[in-house]
């Protein structure tokens, strides 16, 4: 968990309306596609270096974190249903 996540778990997100905290989630297989290419059509900013669209990690709110969400996604690849860019915050 980084600084920002923290502090989110421990004061509230200010513009989450449920003033809720995140987590960040790390894909532990996740691997970069190659080294970063930029093309005039990407507008994503870089997180770490990476421009890919999945960077390997994603925030989602604190609440999502229990034994119905990992029964979710255990034993299939379920990440990209779920999955959003930061700075984008998992919530459903």
């Known amino acids: ?5 923290l502090r989110s778990v421990v004061y509230g997100h ?25 093309t005039e059509e990407e507008d994503r900013d870089p997180i ?5 669209e999945d960077v390997g990690w994603m925030r989602m709110v604190s609440r999502m ?3 119905k969400f990992y029964e979710a ?3 299939f690849d ?5 999955y959003q860019r930061p700075p984008e915050i998992v919530s459903w």
């Open 65 to 67: 974190m229990h034994s």
């Open 1 to 5: 968990m980084d600084e920002p996540a």
């Open 14 to 38: 200010p513009d989450d309306y449920w003033e809720e905290g995140w987590v960040n989630l790390v894909r532990a297989c996740w691997k970069r596609q190659g080294p970063p290419v930029y």
């Open 73 to 75: 996604i255990y034993g």
């Open 48 to 52: 770490e270096g990476c421009t890919e």
């Open 78 to 82: 379920s990440w990209y249903p779920f």
